[in-house]
T-cell receptor, first 112, second 109 residues
């Protein structure tokens, strides 16, 4: 089955800096790659996703890139703010999100 | 509003006492799943269901059961809970990213 690895496990940045979280996956059949943000004590929430026919997607300060050949994808957050502090999870699945597998998570801390 | 409703939010129980965590979704999705979240291990899939009466094991199914008698409900059953099942549980309907329930923090003593 699919195996998703995520790095780093913790990341600390200064407010205004950029943050990058990287994930690799093992199953070449995976074609849907969402990212979730989980604030303390809350449920994970979808923040951005990318499908295998797209190389990059942006939404304001957040972007995701996908390299299908290398089987890796990354989350980029620019101009970080303290409210970006949370745990971020990457995930990979087949079409439409069936059988989704998650990375172990990255705890991002943005220092004011 | 698209919702996955999960109950209870918190549960403390004793070893061996059967319990059920309920999950209901209002999005008419076929696909639903259960995850457990443990520090450093991320979200691991326990069971999933592709449709009514169709369920299958995820990565960590031991000690758990599920049923899918109707599309909207997907309860998680622990027939004989043990302390290693102390965890944070999420029900989810993850079609195109989807929605998680609010979580159940289970403690088995």
């Amino acid at each position: 089955g699919e195996n998703v690895e995520q790095h780093p496990s913790t990341l600390s940045v200064q407010e205004g800096d950029s943050a990058v979280i990287k994930c690799t996956y093992s199953d070449s059949a995976s074609n849907y790659f969402p990212w979730y943000k989980q604030e303390l004590g809350k449920r994970p929430q979808l923040i951005i996703d990318i499908r295998s026919n797209v190389g990059e997607k942006k939404d304001q300060r957040i972007a995701v890139t996908l390299n299908k050949t290398a089987k890796h994808f990354s989350l980029h957050i620019t101009e970080t703010q303290p409210e970006d502090s949370a745990v971020y999870f990457c995930a990979a699945s087949g079409l439409a999100g069936y059988d989704m597998r998650f990375g172990a998570g990255t705890r991002l801390t943005v220092k004011p | 509003e698209a919702q996955v409703t999960q109950n209870p939010r918190y549960l403390i129980t004793v070893t061996g006492k059967k319990l059920t965590v309920t999950c209901s979704q209002n999005m008419n999705h076929e696909y639903m799943s259960w995850y457990r979240q443990d520090p450093g291990l991320g979200l691991r899939q326990i069971y999933y269901s592709m449709n009514v009466e169709v369920t299958d094991k995820g990565d960590v199914p031991e000690g758990y059961k599920v049923s899918r008698k109707e599309k909207r409900n997907f309860p998680l059953i622990l027939e004989s809970p043990s302390p290693n099942q102390t965890s944070l549980y999420f029900c989810a309907s993850l079609r195109w990213g989807g929605t998680f329930g609010s979580g159940t923090r289970l403690t088995v003593v």
